[in-house]
């Protein structure tokens, strides 16, 4: 014993660093044993109010540990913290808020319980602070897998619903499948650096390894596949339709945003970090992918009659745009992808917002037609609606749009100028879709043509009229008014986020 | 022995994996599959922990195995609740979402 414990050696903690995730793993334990008591209070309000703040609280611990420059370790050699991490955890705070306050008046709330329900979401919320912190890939690995099965078990929230399961068994399986695939791509990369640890595999690179090593390739192609199946890029992304469809709206509004962050958050550590010696090998094939999820994203969306599923294939674009800021390995390129993460939060919080609170009184649930004549009835929500339409197709004055410059011109500056122009191409097709929803919401005299969609039979909520809808969700209409505010005042005035990207460009010590 | 086989080994297994996920249609026999697929990568790893003579792989592989634990159980659950709606157990037939 004594000579195991001289030689075991117990790693450095850095609690403060940690305290963040303590907030939200404590948060999600919290709310799973007050879930248990029965009783309209808790259940409707003590459980929520219990998961908001362990998500203030772990804004507030970030806040207080930003501190721009290289990575320092929380944990020695498995957790990391830099400016990167702070603020993508950050974002993933800020989607978690929204996500409590657009299930409040939930029916998959209660379907579940509201404990499980919350504790489900702060796991997932954990899973992904510590995907974004990951210093090694078997960190990185079960961060991943902790913010996934929390996630297949929410998508399948309507236990009783046909769809739901279905959703949640096609997400099990197809996430399964991107993790299976993940996991052999790390294991060929350990087998060809010798090491799990991502400065250590920095360091081997074009060093001990030559980065044209057949196994080092073949890690990082099945590394990136497996990536590519979570943020849903294309030809990975049939999943994502179906699955936006079937879950519930909240759920499906908190994938939307949150997965696709740290999917791009691990991403860049990867790529960007310990890989970026082999740039030359893995750009022209991640632009490539990025090409492709353009294209396939925005004509997928065309053809879309329910908003959720616009939303998903329009995602799939939006992963594309992403994908860009990846391929260039550079500061620039970093900061751009922070930028436009940031940005498609707020513009995509105050879509699903707008879709939730216009689904639960509308007969055509989340058909484009539940949105018509909305400029009349709730101008409260039209507008959201509409300057998050406008913002995801990258209109000026908003911050969509700044984004999108942002990452033109970190691609262009990285010598992948084609791919700018892939960017803009797909925006300009985007305007199709998007801005169908606009002309549905205020053009109520006139005919839209809309794409044909099967009748689906959907229960209104009771002696609700859609006029006072704004009025009786006053937490879905000011989370899609708050996000929609935030989407134009970046716009406006982007330097307070441009100041934060800046600290974050500075995590990688070894980026240009 | 040399341990390069051992890898090759884990590349067949995944393969099959793989190949049984897109082509079976019980969803019982997919999560089988990913199970594979799952364990060909542990093989792979700890093949590689045995020819680098570091630890780091083995404990990976521990985790891994863990985490497909969880894996399977969320799989099952979903499958026992169609089962208890009287949906039908196949993939083919599980196409209420499209468009």
């Known amino acids: ?512 | 022995m040399d341990t390069s086989w051992y890898v090759v080994l884990s590349a067949f297994i995944f393969c099959i994996g793989a190949a049984g996920v897109m082509t079976r249609r019980s969803p019982l026999v997919v999560l089988l599959c990913l199970e594979l697929m799952l364990n060909a990568g542990n093989l792979a790893l700890i093949a590689f922990s045995r020819m680098l003579g570091n630890g780091e792989g083995q404990i990976f592989a521990l985790i891994v195995v863990v985490v497909a634990a969880c894996e399977v159980v969320i799989g099952l659950g979903i499958i026992v609740g169609m089962f208890r709606r009287r949906l039908p157990i196949d993939v083919d037939q599980m196409n209420e979402l499209r468009g």
């Open chain 1, 1 to 512: 014993m004594i000579e195991l414990a001289q030689v075991v050696q117990a790693p450095k903690i850095d609690y403060q660093g940690l305290a963040p995730l303590f907030s939200t793993i404590g948060g999600s334990l919290a709310v799973l044993m007050i879930g248990l008591f029965r009783g309209r209070f808790v259940q409707r309000t003590l459980v929520p109010a219990v998961a908001a703040l362990a998500l203030l609280v772990a804004m507030g611990m970030t806040i207080a540990n930003w501190e721009a420059g290289d990575s320092r370790p929380i944990i020695e050699g498995a957790l990391a913290i830099d400016t990167l991490a702070l603020f993508m955890s950050m974002l993933f705070y800020v989607t978690g808020l929204a996500t409590v306050a657009l299930s409040l008046r939930s029916d998959v709330q209660r379907e579940v319980g509201a404990g499980e329900y919350m504790a489900l979401l702060l796991g997932a919320i954990s899973g992904m602070v510590v995907l974004a912190g990951a210093e090694n890939m078997v960190t990185l690995f079960v961060g991943f897998e902790l913010l996934s099965i929390p996630l297949y078990v929410l998508s399948a929230g309507y236990v009783r619903r046909a769809h739901s399961l279905e959703a949640g068994l096609k997400y099990l399986v197809v996430g399964s499948v991107g993790s299976a695939t993940l996991l052999y791509g790390l294991a060929l990369l350990y087998g060809a650096t010798g090491s799990t640890d991502f400065r250590a595999m920095a360091i081997a690179i074009g060093d001990t390894v030559a980065v044209t090593d057949p196994l080092l390739l073949t890690g990082v192609a099945l590394a990136a596949t497996g990536l590519a199946f979570k943020a849903s890029v294309a030809p990975f992304h049939q999943w994502t339709p179906d699955v936006y469809e079937g879950a519930p709206t909240p759920i499906t509004s908190f994938m939307a945003v949150a997965t696709k962050v740290a999917a791009f958050a691990v991403t860049l550590r990867l790529f960007d970090y310990a890989l970026s010696d082999a740039q030359v090998q893995w750009g022209p094939a991640l632009a490539a992918l990025a090409t492709v999820t353009i294209v396939i994203g925005n004509a997928g969306a065309i053809a879309q009659s329910s908003l959720k599923r616009m939303l998903a294939w329009s995602g799939v674009a939006q992963a594309g745009y992403l994908l860009a800021g990846v391929v260039v390995g550079t500061q620039l390129g970093l900061q751009a992808t922070a930028f436009y993460l940031a940005a498609y939060l707020f513009m995509n919080v105050a879509a699903f917002a707008v879709v939730i609170a216009c689904e639960r009184v509308s007969e055509h649930g989340d058909g484009i037609e539940s949105l018509r004549d909305l400029g009349r009835a709730s101008p409260l929500l039209a507008w959201p609606m509409t300057i998050a339409m406008l913002a995801l197709a990258g209109f000026p004055a908003t911050a969509g749009f700044i984004g999108k410059f942002y990452l033109i011109e970190a691609v262009v500056a990285g010598d992948y100028a084609w791919l700018g122009i892939v960017i803009v191409v797909g925006s300009m097709i985007s305007l199709v879709y998007y801005l169908r929803v606009i002309a549905v919401m205020w053009m109520g005299r006139f005919e839209v043509e809309l794409p044909s969609f099967p009748p689906r039979r959907v229960k209104a909520v009771a002696g609700r009229s859609p006029e006072a809808d704004a009025r009786a969700q006053p937490e879905v209409a000011s989370v899609a008014i708050l996000a929609a505010a935030a989407t134009i005042f970046f716009g406006i005035v982007p330097s307070p986020l441009f100041d934060l990207v800046s600290d974050v460009g500075t995590s990688f010590g070894g980026l240009v």
